[in-house]
């Protein structure tokens, strides 16, 4: 694995009820998660919001199941959840976590880097994405 030098930010697409649901959360969470708070507000704040339905589907959004790679070399396979429904044995994981944050409004084939909670900076890229199912 190499060191990576430099952050990377891609463009993000957030459909209106996403972003609406995630500024809430986020903003719920500064008191009890204040760095992944801030950290999902930041990638808020950046993201082009469109209407819910012109969210491409190649978008990581709530639900979507994404399989992404490390520059360690590994994949992965999530579904991005709320909190409340994470459950990484299933591979059900919070939006509110480093990875669940650098997912969130990535399209297919982009790189974004990350940091885990030592400051480490690490690279993901999104390899696939399925759409969520609409109950």
């Known amino acids: 694995m190499t060191d990576i030098r430099r952050d990377l930010a891609p463009a993000i697409v957030l459909g209106t009820s996403d972003h609406a649901k995630l500024t809430a959360l986020a903003e719920a969470g500064l008191d009890r998660w204040p760095d992944l708070a ?18 491409p589907e190649s978008i990581a959004r709530m639900g979507s199941t994404v399989t992404y790679s490390t520059n360690g070399g590994q994949q992965q396979t999530v579904t991005l959840v709320y909190p409340a429904d994470a459950d990484i044995d299933q591979g059900r994981i919070s939006v509110m976590t480093p ?11 982009q790189s ?7 400051d480490k900076r690490h690279k993901l890229t999104v390899e696939t994405v399925k759409a969520p199912v609409e109950a």
């Not at 990875?99 to 084939?109: D, E």
């Not at 974004?112 to 030592?118: E, K």
């Open 112 to 118: 974004i880097t990350w940091r885990d909670r030592a």
């Open 38 to 55: 801030d950290r999902l507000l930041a990638e808020l704040e950046r993201a082009k919001v469109v209407a819910d339905g012109k969210v």
């Open 99 to 109: 990875i669940g944050t650098a997912l969130i409004g990535l399209k297919t084939g």
